[in-house]
């Protein structure tokens, strides 16, 4: 940007610097997900038949614990079969300790896929793991995750990573009104001027509101 401005200001013909967005206003923008998006994810995980039924549910409980559970990579993987509740407990960022809550339709898939993963007779102490002939039971790692994520981004055509799911969760309880403070609480943020970035994400949804006046 600095250079095209300076190219600019001695007369060379090169584009607008100002077409190229700015390095720091782009890492303050929040990543989600629209509702026409958030259907497409899940339809994708819960109905592509070319992967198999146990790894299916598998990336579908993955999904929905992202987008309603607030859940990091981190605190996915760690996630133990004794942790499972309606409100559960769960280690944070920083060693914290933080509630989350699960519901039915979770909890329904949840059990599915422990329902395949007995029936093939595979155990784990963890929640999600590998299903692969190499490394049967075995804790997911990060990258796994991120790659199985990645996996659904190209079959769904959304452009996809765990911690866009988690902005999803935080947006769309900001869509619904939900007060700030208890967002914070809810994502463990330190300081409420970080959850105060998700307030830009929805500016396009302000726009929307506004031009309805004029109807």
């Known amino acids: 940007r600095k250079y095209l401005r300076y190219c600019l200001q001695n007369w060379y013909k090169v584009i607008d610097y ?26 994708t995980a819960q109905h592509d038949m070319k992967t198999p039924e146990l790894v ?13 559970t607030w859940m990091r990579v981190s605190e996915l993987c760690n996630l133990k079969v004794k942790d499972i509740a309606e409100e559960m407990q769960i ?88 007060n700030l403070y208890l967002i914070q609480r809810l994502l463990w943020h330190a300081s409420i001027s970080t959850t105060i970035g998700y307030l830009w994400a929805t500016n396009s949804e302000l726009e929307n509101e506004v031009k309805k006046l004029k109807q």
Not at 18 to 43: F, G, N, P, R
Not at 56 to 68: D, P
Not at 92 to 97: D, N, S, V
């Open 91 to 178: 280690q944070g960022k920083g060693w914290m300790i933080r509630p989350t809550y699960l519901f039915n339709e979770h909890i329904r898939v949840i059990n599915l896929y422990w329902f395949l993963r007995e029936w093939k007779r595979i155990y784990s102490d963890y929640v999600f793991c590998s299903h692969s002939k190499n490394y049967p039971a075995w804790k997911l790692s990060r990258n796994s995750v991120e790659k199985i994520i990645k996996t659904i981004w190209i079959k769904a055509g959304v452009e996809l990573f765990p911690h866009k799911l988690r902005h999803t969760f935080a947006t769309n309880l900001l869509k619904q009104g939900t």
């Open 56 to 68: 299916r549910m598998r990336n579908l409980a993955m999904i929905y614990l992202f987008l309603y």
């Open 18 to 43: 100002k077409c190229i967005e700015d390095w720091k206003e782009y890492k303050k923008k929040i990543w989600y997900l629209s509702e026409e998006e958030q259907k497409k994810v899940i339809w």
